[in-house]
Protein backbone atom coordinates (compact mmCIF):
# COMPACT_ATOMS: atom_id res chain seq x y z
CA UNK A 1 0.00 0.00 0.00
CA UNK A 2 1.18 3.57 -0.62
CA UNK A 3 1.17 6.12 2.66
CA UNK A 4 2.95 9.51 2.86
CA UNK A 5 3.77 10.96 6.28
CA UNK A 6 4.16 14.40 7.01
CA UNK A 7 4.64 14.55 11.05
CA UNK A 8 4.53 18.04 11.51
CA UNK A 9 1.43 20.16 10.65
CA UNK A 10 2.73 23.56 11.75
CA UNK A 11 6.05 24.86 11.14
CA UNK A 12 7.18 28.25 11.81
CA UNK A 13 10.56 30.09 11.54
CA UNK A 14 11.85 33.52 11.04
CA UNK A 15 12.95 34.95 7.96
CA UNK A 16 16.32 34.10 6.68
CA UNK A 17 16.43 30.96 8.61
CA UNK A 18 17.10 27.23 7.33
CA UNK A 19 13.67 25.06 6.94
CA UNK A 20 13.45 21.40 6.58
CA UNK A 21 9.83 19.66 5.76
CA UNK A 22 9.98 16.14 6.69
CA UNK A 23 8.20 13.26 4.42
CA UNK A 24 8.51 9.51 4.87
CA UNK A 25 6.74 6.98 2.44
CA UNK A 26 6.12 3.39 2.75
CA UNK A 27 5.56 1.84 -1.09
CA UNK A 28 6.83 -1.50 -1.82
CA UNK A 29 7.38 -0.35 -5.38
CA UNK A 30 10.21 1.70 -6.70
CA UNK A 31 8.49 5.53 -5.52
CA UNK A 32 8.35 8.98 -7.47
CA UNK A 33 8.17 11.69 -4.60
CA UNK A 34 7.07 15.04 -5.21
CA UNK A 35 6.92 18.46 -3.44
CA UNK A 36 3.56 20.40 -3.98
CA UNK A 37 2.54 23.83 -2.84
CA UNK A 38 -0.28 25.88 -2.26
CA UNK A 39 0.18 29.29 -2.01
CA UNK A 40 -3.26 31.61 -0.27
CA UNK A 41 -6.00 31.88 -2.64
CA UNK A 42 -3.65 29.59 -5.17
CA UNK A 43 -3.76 26.39 -6.65
CA UNK A 44 -1.90 23.27 -5.66
CA UNK A 45 0.88 23.08 -7.97
CA UNK A 46 4.23 21.43 -8.07
CA UNK A 47 7.34 22.24 -6.69
CA UNK A 48 9.89 19.47 -7.24
CA UNK A 49 10.12 15.94 -7.83
CA UNK A 50 12.91 13.91 -7.45
CA UNK A 51 13.53 12.20 -10.59
CA UNK A 52 14.58 15.55 -11.98
CA UNK A 53 17.21 16.56 -8.85
CA UNK A 54 16.61 20.39 -10.11
CA UNK A 55 16.03 23.03 -7.45
CA UNK A 56 13.41 25.48 -7.29
CA UNK A 57 13.04 28.91 -5.93
CA UNK A 58 15.72 27.48 -3.41
CA UNK A 59 14.48 24.37 -2.16
CA UNK A 60 15.91 20.78 -2.79
CA UNK A 61 14.84 17.13 -1.95
CA UNK A 62 16.66 14.22 -1.65
CA UNK A 63 15.27 10.43 -1.91
CA UNK A 64 16.66 8.61 0.39
CA UNK A 65 15.43 4.94 -0.34
CA UNK A 66 17.16 3.29 3.12
CA UNK A 67 15.65 5.84 5.29
CA UNK A 68 12.07 6.03 2.92
CA UNK A 69 12.17 9.62 3.19
CA UNK A 70 12.31 12.59 0.89
CA UNK A 71 12.61 15.55 3.18
CA UNK A 72 12.14 19.39 1.81
CA UNK A 73 15.14 21.76 2.38
CA UNK A 74 16.22 25.41 1.91
CA UNK A 75 18.69 26.94 3.64
CA UNK A 76 16.80 30.38 4.29
CA UNK A 77 13.87 30.72 4.39
CA UNK A 78 11.73 33.84 2.36
CA UNK A 79 8.56 35.12 3.66
CA UNK A 80 7.12 34.39 0.15
CA UNK A 81 7.59 30.90 1.09
CA UNK A 82 4.97 30.64 3.88
CA UNK A 83 2.43 28.08 1.98
CA UNK A 84 0.77 24.89 2.63
CA UNK A 85 3.41 21.79 1.40
CA UNK A 86 2.29 18.18 0.69
CA UNK A 87 4.12 15.68 0.17
CA UNK A 88 3.09 13.02 -2.80
CA UNK A 89 4.00 9.37 -3.74
CA UNK A 90 3.04 7.81 -7.43
CA UNK A 91 4.06 4.38 -8.32
CA UNK A 92 3.96 2.06 -11.48
CA UNK A 93 0.27 3.07 -10.74
CA UNK A 94 -2.31 5.86 -11.51
CA UNK A 95 -2.81 6.75 -7.90
CA UNK A 96 -1.03 9.83 -6.91
CA UNK A 97 -1.45 10.11 -3.19
CA UNK A 98 -0.37 13.23 -0.67
CA UNK A 99 0.74 13.18 2.96
CA UNK A 100 -1.11 15.46 5.55
CA UNK A 101 0.93 18.55 4.58
CA UNK A 102 2.97 21.00 6.51
CA UNK A 103 1.72 24.37 7.07
CA UNK A 104 5.54 26.75 6.88
CA UNK A 105 5.07 30.33 8.15
CA UNK A 106 7.83 32.63 8.20
CA UNK A 107 7.98 35.33 10.22
CA UNK A 108 9.45 38.72 9.17
CA UNK B 1 -2.87 26.13 -22.87
CA UNK B 2 -1.32 24.54 -19.45
CA UNK B 3 -4.29 25.08 -17.24
CA UNK B 4 -7.22 22.54 -15.62
CA UNK B 5 -10.25 24.73 -15.95
CA UNK B 6 -12.75 23.53 -13.71
CA UNK B 7 -16.54 24.71 -13.68
CA UNK B 8 -18.43 26.28 -11.26
CA UNK B 9 -16.22 27.59 -8.70
CA UNK B 10 -19.09 27.72 -6.34
CA UNK B 11 -21.76 25.12 -6.33
CA UNK B 12 -25.02 25.26 -3.55
CA UNK B 13 -26.79 21.92 -4.16
CA UNK B 14 -29.71 20.33 -1.81
CA UNK B 15 -29.97 17.20 -0.63
CA UNK B 16 -32.24 16.00 -3.94
CA UNK B 17 -30.47 17.30 -6.57
CA UNK B 18 -28.92 16.57 -9.53
CA UNK B 19 -25.48 18.62 -10.30
CA UNK B 20 -22.21 18.25 -12.47
CA UNK B 21 -19.15 19.32 -12.33
CA UNK B 22 -16.45 20.01 -15.42
CA UNK B 23 -12.90 19.89 -15.36
CA UNK B 24 -11.36 20.45 -18.89
CA UNK B 25 -7.90 20.76 -20.13
CA UNK B 26 -6.36 21.27 -23.63
CA UNK B 27 -2.52 19.92 -22.76
CA UNK B 28 -2.94 16.68 -24.53
CA UNK B 29 -2.27 14.83 -20.65
CA UNK B 30 -4.04 10.80 -20.53
CA UNK B 31 -4.42 10.90 -17.34
CA UNK B 32 -7.25 12.56 -15.40
CA UNK B 33 -8.47 12.68 -11.54
CA UNK B 34 -10.60 14.02 -9.13
CA UNK B 35 -10.35 14.43 -5.70
CA UNK B 36 -12.45 15.83 -2.58
CA UNK B 37 -10.39 17.96 -0.29
CA UNK B 38 -12.07 19.06 3.10
CA UNK B 39 -10.85 22.06 4.64
CA UNK B 40 -7.31 21.89 6.69
CA UNK B 41 -7.23 18.37 5.10
CA UNK B 42 -5.14 16.98 1.64
CA UNK B 43 -6.59 15.71 -1.18
CA UNK B 44 -8.28 12.35 -1.26
CA UNK B 45 -7.89 10.66 -4.38
CA UNK B 46 -11.21 9.74 -5.63
CA UNK B 47 -11.17 8.54 -9.18
CA UNK B 48 -8.48 8.42 -11.44
CA UNK B 49 -9.26 8.19 -15.24
CA UNK B 50 -6.38 6.68 -17.95
CA UNK B 51 -6.63 6.62 -21.88
CA UNK B 52 -10.61 7.90 -20.94
CA UNK B 53 -10.91 4.45 -18.98
CA UNK B 54 -11.53 4.62 -15.13
CA UNK B 55 -8.52 2.90 -14.13
CA UNK B 56 -9.05 3.46 -9.61
CA UNK B 57 -12.33 3.90 -7.84
CA UNK B 58 -11.14 4.50 -4.11
CA UNK B 59 -14.65 2.81 -2.79
CA UNK B 60 -16.37 6.38 -3.27
CA UNK B 61 -20.24 6.05 -2.84
CA UNK B 62 -22.53 5.97 -6.12
CA UNK B 63 -24.06 9.16 -5.16
CA UNK B 64 -20.68 10.69 -7.02
CA UNK B 65 -20.34 8.69 -10.69
CA UNK B 66 -17.51 10.30 -12.63
CA UNK B 67 -17.45 10.77 -16.51
CA UNK B 68 -14.96 10.83 -18.83
CA UNK B 69 -16.65 11.72 -22.73
CA UNK B 70 -13.38 12.63 -24.09
CA UNK B 71 -9.88 12.95 -23.63
CA UNK B 72 -10.08 16.49 -22.71
CA UNK B 73 -13.11 16.57 -20.49
CA UNK B 74 -13.93 14.67 -17.06
CA UNK B 75 -17.30 15.39 -15.25
CA UNK B 76 -18.41 14.38 -12.18
CA UNK B 77 -22.15 13.35 -11.87
CA UNK B 78 -23.64 13.86 -7.88
CA UNK B 79 -27.02 12.88 -6.98
CA UNK B 80 -28.52 12.80 -3.52
CA UNK B 81 -25.80 14.17 -1.67
CA UNK B 82 -25.06 14.71 2.29
CA UNK B 83 -23.79 17.79 3.83
CA UNK B 84 -20.46 16.24 4.76
CA UNK B 85 -20.16 15.96 1.17
CA UNK B 86 -19.50 19.84 0.99
CA UNK B 87 -15.93 20.10 0.09
CA UNK B 88 -13.75 21.33 -2.46
CA UNK B 89 -13.40 19.15 -5.48
CA UNK B 90 -10.25 19.10 -7.04
CA UNK B 91 -9.69 18.20 -10.69
CA UNK B 92 -5.85 17.50 -12.09
CA UNK B 93 -4.41 15.70 -15.46
CA UNK B 94 -0.83 14.75 -15.89
CA UNK B 95 0.20 13.69 -19.08
CA UNK B 96 0.08 9.35 -18.21
CA UNK B 97 -0.23 9.21 -15.16
CA UNK B 98 2.80 6.94 -13.85
CA UNK B 99 5.21 9.28 -11.77
CA UNK B 100 4.84 12.10 -14.24
CA UNK B 101 3.62 15.92 -12.80
CA UNK B 102 -0.17 16.63 -12.43
CA UNK B 103 -1.64 20.02 -12.65
CA UNK B 104 -4.39 20.84 -10.60
CA UNK B 105 -7.80 23.05 -11.14
CA UNK B 106 -8.54 26.12 -8.25
CA UNK B 107 -11.37 23.76 -7.57
CA UNK B 108 -15.18 23.37 -7.51
CA UNK B 109 -16.35 24.70 -3.67
CA UNK B 110 -19.59 22.49 -2.97
CA UNK B 111 -22.38 23.29 -0.13
CA UNK B 112 -25.02 20.77 0.28
CA UNK B 113 -27.72 22.14 1.90
Known amino acids: AQRVTQPEKLLSVFKGAPVELKCNYS??????LFWYVQYSRQRLQLLLRHISRESIKGFTADLNKGETSFHLKKPFAQEEDSAMYYC??????????FGTGTRLQVFP | DTEVTQTPKHLVMGMTNKKSLKCEQHMGHRAMYWYKQKAKKPPELMFV???????INESVPSRFSPECPNSSLLNLHLHALQPEDSALYLCASSRTGEGTEAFFGQGTRLTVV
Open chain 1, 27 to 32: YSGSPE
Open chain 1, 88 to 97: ALTGNTDKLI
Open chain 2, 49 to 55: YSYEKLS
